[in-house]
C-alpha cells in the first residue's frame, strides 16, 4: 500500500497484529525471507520501499509470492529451506510496482493511495489511535487463532466459502482486467474471509465485503498497470514524439547533432533497433519482451520469424523496427 503522507509512514506496521517486520531495506531478501518463516500464516509488513534498489524489491516481491525461499548449501549437505503462506504489506510511500516493470511483478502486487483514514484531525485521531493500542495490544490475535482451532469443523465451510468468494471477486474487476482477474482474486478473497472471521471471533468492526468492493473501485486502472507490452509502447510513442526531428523524411537535410533514429515513412514508422533497445533500457523494460509483444499484437512490420524488416536508407537497407502508424495516432496527428 501507498500512503501519501509522512503520517502514516510508520504507522500501519504499529498496528500489525503479528509480528512488527520492520527491515533494514538493504537486507531485504534475507531479512524478509525469515520474517516471512518466522511469520508463517501471519501478515508481514515491509518498509522501507522508496529507498531501497529496485532489483533487490523485485527480488523480495518473487520471493514473498513463491512461498519458498532460496536453497543454501551447509557442511553436512544441504539446509533446510524455508517456506511460508502470508500476505505482505509494503507501507512506504513509493508503490512496490515501481520496483519491477515486468508484467509478472505487476500481478502480484494490489496497489492502493491516499490517506487509511477518513478524518479532518488525522494528527490526533492517529495518536489516540496509537495510545489505545499501546495500553491494549495482543490480545486480539490469540483469540482468533483460539476460534479458529476451536472451530475445525467449520474449516471445509470457510474452505467453500473462500473458493465461492474468488469466483464471485474475479467477476467484479473492469472488463479490461479479467486476463488478471483470477490471480488478484484470490489475494482479495483470502483477506476477506480472515476479516469475515476476525468479525466472528473478536468483534472487529467492519465489513470485508465493502472493503473488498471499495478495493476494486480503487484498481480501475488496473489492467494498463499490468500491460507491458502497452506501457512499452506509450514510453517508446513518447521517446519518438520527442525526437521526431531525428527521422529522416521530416523536412531535415542533414543528420541533428545526436545522430538519426529512423525514416518516416506513409504507413509506418522506421526506427533503428539499437534507438529502440536504448530507450526501453532507461525505462527497465526489456528489448526482447516488449518486441515479442509487439509482434503478437500485430503493432509491428516485420520479416518471417524476426520483429525487424529491410528498409532502404539512403541506399543501403537495413533491419528496423518498423511500427504501423495506426498503433502511433498521436504521432501521425502530428506529421504535418
Request: proline share 5%; aromatic share 10%; glycine share 10%.
Amino acid at each position: 500500500m501507498k500512503f501519501n503522507s509522512h503520517l502514516f509512514k510508520s504507522f500501519p506496521d504499529f498496528v500489525d497484529f503479528g509480528v512488527d517486520s520492520e527491515t533494514d531495506p538493504e537486507y531485504y531478501p534475507d531479512v524478509a525471507e525469515r520474517v516471512a518463516a518466522l511469520s508463517n500464516y501471519l501478515p508481514v509488513f515491509l518498509d522501507d520501499s522508496q529507498t531501497t534498489d529496485r532489483r533487490v524489491l523485485e527480488r523480495t516481491l518473487y520471493m514473498l509470492c513463491l512461498g519458498i525461499g532460496r536453497g543454501r548449501g551447509a557442511p553436512d549437505g544441504t539446509r533446510s529451506t524455508a517456506t511460508w503462506t502470508t500476505v505482505a504489506f509494503s507501507t512506504g510511500e513509493a508503490p512496490l510496482v515501481e520496483a519491477s516493470k515486468f508484467g509478472g511483478a505487476q500481478l502480484r502486487v494490489i496497489s492502493l493511495s491516499g490517506s487509511p483514514f477518513e478524518s479532518k484531525r488525522l494528527g490526533p485521531f492517529v495518536r489516540e489511535i496509537r495510545q489505545a493500542l499501546s495500553q491494549n495490544h495482543g490480545f486480539a490475535g490469540p483469540l482468533f487463532v483460539k476460534f479458529l482451532l476451536e472451530h475445525e469443523e467449520e474449516w471445509p465451510t470457510w474452505r467453500n466459502r473462500y473458493q465461492k468468494r474468488i469466483g464471485e471477486i474475479a467477476t467484479l474487476f473492469p472488463s479490461g482486467a479479467r486476463n488478471i482477474s483470477d490471480r488478484l482474486a484470490t489475494y482479495l478473497a483470502a483477506v476477506e474471509i480472515a476479516g469475515q472471521l476476525a468479525v466472528e471471533s473478536v468483534g472487529l468492526l467492519g465489513d470485508p465485503e465493502a472493503c473488498t468492493r471499495a478495493i476494486l473501485r480503487a484498481l480501475t486502472g488496473i489492467s494498463e498497470a499490468a500491460d507491458y507490452g502497452q506501457r512499452a509502447m506509450d514510453f517508446l510513442s513518447d521517446e519518438i514524439l520527442a525526437n521526431r526531428q531525428a527521422f529522416e523524411h521530416m523536412g531535415v537535410e542533414k543528420p541533428p547533432p545526436g545522430g538519426w533514429w529512423g525514416v518516416w515513412r506513409e504507413d509506418f514508422i522506421a526506427v533503428y533497433p539499437a534507438r529502440v533497445h536504448q530507450a526501453l533500457e532507461k525505462a527497465n523494460f526489456s528489448y526482447a519482451t516488449a518486441t515479442r509483444s509487439w509482434v503478437e499484437r500485430g503493432w509491428l512490420k516485420h520479416g518471417e520469424g524476426t520483429h525487424t524488416y529491410p528498409v532502404s536508407v539512403q541506399g543501403r537497407m537495413h533491419r528496423m523496427v518498423c511500427v504501423l502508424k495506426d498503433v502511433i495516432g498521436e504521432l501521425e496527428e502530428g506529421e504535418g
